[in-house]
């Protein structure tokens, strides 16, 4: 064994993502126990107290996400994880923080629902509440890996997105990622970039807690740092004071979704297999596209020009980069264990020549890559 | 300082003149009381106001810190002491100061102000309590006596009434008091009592809501109203010597409940050191 396979471990998701926001310097975790999302928060409960971090179980989701925008608004990087109850739970204080621009990271671990749904088992049907569940009208950022490396990174890039851009970042796992284990080697510090929010050192009078900068994303002062400012969920003026006038209204509205909307070239990551000369297209995320990796081995081999696209940031929605990959493709697959979220978005984007086939599996178990095989087998006759 | 003494211009180093006034509050609101002995009480302890955090929720009440130059947070409806302990948790040196209404704390906010208390972590609270809700136009709440009319008990509110107090103390607060708007003097000493105790602060703040409340059950403007409040308030000292019919239709003011129980930010470091000391096990 050489040295960099001794320093593998055996991981599951959940513990990869408690690690990623470790490595990423989260100082504050306040969460609700949930199936099956759970492990995250136990491993935050054991590891916090030894590293100068703060852990508190809270008394709801509800409670869970206020403890952290306050943490945060102390100037904690800030996270909590749960599930779909939980989630929708979260989804009022999770307004507030898209409104008041503060960072923190929201691990959501999908399983079946509606309501209390299928607490152990698989789903991805929470893919449109992590952009749309909360009222009003916000700019989401949402990742999604596929792996339990993917989980490690990715979470550790939720955290520099929520600091550089203020807003939350929602991390959608599913049941078999965060439980699934696999080995990977955790990074030495310093070999991956952490990013922390700016922090402002213009004199008091200067600083506006909402200033709408050229750049969009403006330094951040924390409570207790000398800079007293006002937080408020109404909409407020650039000072975060409560405002009815139209133009403050629209500057605010234009600001949370144009600071995403900028840079999203910088937000989007997807992945891709075999797409070079490929006329058929396997599009999933999370669990899903990793049957489809396979799927799409199986079908080469049977020399069908197919190849995948997984998308890791699925908020916002990577509408020039797929219209660019669905140039010359004539039909593309949406794997996705829902009754058809991300489907609607790919029909949006879809060239008029690409027919959109919609892949669906809502019974709690994964979609296998013979399942994926044998729809691409029916689509290239 | 006392109530009396503390000039207009001192009054003005707490507050945020230029952006936020006029305030939303009615004329002869009892807030306005309230938030004058909020700031009095912090120029008495010589607060540093960068080290000040208030937060509040949705309400009539909770507007109060918009007015205020401290750290603010203005958050969700009945969620402020979540907030408020994911603040103080964060950072225990600040001190943090929760805005609320009856409603807010008690009906929505019901669970978070149950645990905050069971907790009894170090956020002082001051819950002004004028058994309506206001800013939505005078619906009963928790805090509404039975048979007392509102815009969704039109025909007499049939439900029971919560008490505050008892709440706060059963469920382990380590300082529980009840003011009055009346009572100003004596409020602003709780409120200093409350922040300078360490845990669970409740001054339950019985005010005037003459705007509703009072219009709707014929208990006339708010200085009638704030009349009534005095002749109903009894101090727990001359509640003693009275008989328990001379307190049919009273309320207890004063410190009603307080203990020297351990205090939550200062055992979650006591954990972390007792975890350090054997080496992370």
Redesign the interface.
Known sequence: MNSKNSKARLLQGNEACMLGALYAGVEFFGGYPITPSTEIAEGMAREMPKRGGKFIQMEDEIASMASIIGASNAGCKSMTATSGPGFSLMQENLGYAYMTETPCVVINVQRGGPSTGLPTKVGQSDTMQARWGTHGDYTSITVAPSSVEGCFYETVRAFNLAERFLTPVIVLLDEVMAHMREMMVVPEEGEIEVFKRHRPDVPREWYRHFEITPSLVSPMASFGQGYRYNVSGLTHDQDGFPTAKPKEIVDKLNKLRRKIERYSDEIIKLRTEKMEDAHIAVFSYGIVARTAFQAVKMARERRIKVGAIQPLTIWPFPDEQLRDMLKNVRKVIVAELNMGQLVHEIRRVAPRHTEVIPLQRYDGNVMTPSEIFDKIREVVK | MTANTLQSERIHHYL?PK??FPNVWCAGCGNGIVMGALIRAIDHLGLD???V?V?SGIGCSSRM??YL????????HG?AL??????????P??KVIVITGDGDALAIGG??FI?ACRRNIDITTILIDNKIYGMTGGQFAPTTPEGKIATTAPYGNYEKQFDPVQLAIGSGASYVARGTVYHVAPLERMIIGGIQKKGFALIDTISNCHTYYGRFNKEGDAVAMINDIRKQAVSVKAAATMSEDKLIGKFLTGVIHETDATEFCDE?QA??ER??AKG?K
């Not at chain 2, 130059?69 to 969700?76: A, K």
């Not at chain 2, 979540?82 to 950072?91: E, N, P």
């Open positions: 945020r952006k936020s106001k960068d080290k955090v937060v810190p918009v130059d401290f750290n603010t947070l203005h958050t969700t969620r979540a907030f408020a302990t994911g603040v103080k948790l964060a950072k040196n600040l669970n978070h645990h979650y954990m972390c975890v350090l992370g």
